[in-house]
Nanobody, 122 residues
Framework: QVQLVESGGGLVQAGGSLRLSCAAS????????MGWFRQAPGKEREFVAA????????YYADSVKGRFTISRDNAKNRVYLYMNNLKPEDTTVYYC???????????????WGQGTQVTVLG
């Protein structure tokens, strides 16, 4: 079992940057794929980025490619999402997720955090 807790959300001006952090507990963290998703009210949960258990493979949604970077530190049981050049349309709740398969589909992830709000002012 893996428990996930996100932090780092907040309010930022368009063009600014934020770093989201996800702290994981559980002995299987270093063996699972980690992902970031986001979900606006009334919309489906949307894939943002994922990283393989070793960190050697990363995946991004087209909407964030070149602006966001996902990384992980298995020694610290943490995964990060560096968000640069933020846009108002990036405003929503961001969720950290863990699973056993690198996928854009939320259903493939078994573990979820509670979410952290990101608000980008235009």
């Amino acid at each position: 079992q893996v428990q996930l807790v996100e932090s780092g959300g907040g309010l930022v001006q368009a063009g600014g940057s934020l770093r989201l952090s996800c702290a994981a507990s559980g002995r299987t963290f270093s063996s699972i794929t980690m992902g970031w998703f986001r979900q606006a009210p009334g919309k489906e949960r949307e894939f943002v980025a994922a990283i393989s258990w070793s960190g050697s493979n990363t995946y991004y949604a087209d909407s964030v490619k070149g602006r966001f970077t996902i990384s992980r530190d298995n020694a610290k049981n943490r995964v990060y999402l560096y968000m640069n050049n933020l846009k108002p349309e990036d405003t929503t709740v961001y969720y950290c997720a863990g699973g056993f398969k690198a996928s854009w589909a939320p259903v493939e992830y078994d573990y979820w955090g509670q979410g952290t709000q990101v608000t980008v002012l235009g």
